[in-house]
């Protein structure tokens, strides 16, 4: 059974900042890409950031480049999204996604597990 759970969502001010956290159970996940996706109320499923297996190599949507570091800690089965200057647009329930296979990080359809969410909200 693989399980992927998230943290660490919250009701925040803009500005403000936050630190998801996913952990996988069930399987080891360091040698393929894991990433963050999101979907704001109205709107479809979007990429936030992704990070390959080794952590050498990470990638993120134009709307948090700057804004969002992604990293990884492969000895405990676990990526990490510190989000700072958020904006009430980054509102959203947050999904972490990992991967079986090497692919294109960007693209939701490419990965294999799915967490159930963690919500942010930011006030304006």
């Known amino acids: 059974q693989v399980q992927l759970v998230e943290s660490g969502g919250g009701f925040v001010q803009a500005g403000s900042s936050l630190r998801l956290a996913c952990t996988a159970s069930?399987?080891?996940?360091?040698?393929?890409?894991m990433g963050w996706f999101r979907r704001a109320p109205g709107k479809e499923r979007e990429f936030v950031s992704a990070i390959s297996g080794s952590g050498g190599s990470t990638v993120h949507a134009d709307s948090v480049k700057g804004r969002f570091t992604i990293s990884r800690a492969n000895a405990e089965n676990t990526v990490y999204l510190q989000m700072n200057s958020l904006k009430p647009e980054d509102t959203a329930v947050y999904y972490c996604a990992a991967a079986t296979t090497a692919q294109a990080m960007r693209v939701a359809l490419r990965y294999d597990y799915w967490g159930r969410g963690t919500q942010v909200t930011v006030s304006s």
């Open positions: 069930g399987r080891t996940f360091s040698n393929y890409p």
